[in-house]
């Protein structure tokens, strides 16, 4: 099944503990970016990718890291989270520059 | 950079009715206008696209409808059932295919 897997769904850590989300896409797409949803701002781009080793900064990149060492895998970096960072996390990958996102099942983080 | 705006923030018709939700967008650049549904606790779903060579494009209830000159493209959504409840995000993509801004949120209700 073509899916976007996104790890872990839902995560609480405390100020300051480097955390990891994990996104994965079998689709073979090259694009690839990260959102992050709060209630009544929408969907704002963190991060995106267009490519292997290709990466750069959505609207709000302030506090996070990305990397794309392989085209199937573009995890999400917090070095040290704060909890401003509380959010819904969606990564997304998309075959077709002018073509729709296909989203992953979001990561609830809670900072404390 | 791209700025989107979305109108209603929320919005409540009676079954059967047509529900209308309009967007802005800032930046005569963008090309690419995609629709998401995201019913909650859920992520959000490619449901309709338009690409700016196109002034309408339909896909059984739901239509697209896009306006260059005036830089604002709509939802039209007929014969609304109770299903159709959801939040729904309109979305402008630049035509290097890296900047993906999304609009508010609109949430829609429909009555039983």
């Known amino acids: 099944e073509a899916q976007v897997t996104q790890n872990p769904r839902y995560l609480i850590t405390v100020t300051g503990k480097k955390l990891t989300v994990t996104c994965s896409q079998n689709m073979n797409h090259e694009y690839m970016s990260w959102y992050r949803q709060d209630p009544g701002l929408g969907l704002r781009q963190i991060y995106y990718?267009?490519?292997?080793?290709?990466?750069d900064k959505g609207d709000v990149p302030e506090g996070y890291k990305v990397s794309r060492k392989e085209k199937r895998n573009f995890p999400l970096i917090l070095e040290s989270p704060s909890p401003n960072q509380t959010s819904l996390y969606f990564c997304?990958?998309?075959?077709?520059?002018?073509?729709?996102?296909?989203f992953g099942s979001g990561t609830r983080l809670t900072v404390v | 950079g791209e700025n989107v705006e979305q109108h209603p923030s929320t919005l409540s018709v009676q079954e059967g009715d047509s529900a209308v939700i309009k967007c802005t967008y800032s930046d005569s650049a963008s090309n690419y206008f995609p629709w998401y549904k995201q019913e909650l606790g859920k992520r959000p779903q490619l449901i309709i696209d338009?690409?700016?060579?196109?002034g309408e494009k339909k896909d059984q209830r739901i239509a697209v409808t896009l306006n260059k000159t005036a830089k604002h493209f709509s939802l039209h959504i007929t014969e609304t059932q109770p299903e159709d409840s959801a939040v729904y995000f309109c979305?402008?993509?630049?035509?290097?295919?890296?900047?993906?801004?999304f609009g508010p949120g609109t949430r829609l209700s429909v009555l039983p």
């Open positions: 990718s267009m490519n292997v080793e290709v990466t």
């Open positions: 997304a990958s998309s075959w077709d520059p002018m073509g729709g996102y296909t």
């Open positions: 338009i690409r700016s060579n196109v």
């Open positions: 979305a402008a993509r630049d035509n290097y295919g890296q900047n993906f801004v």
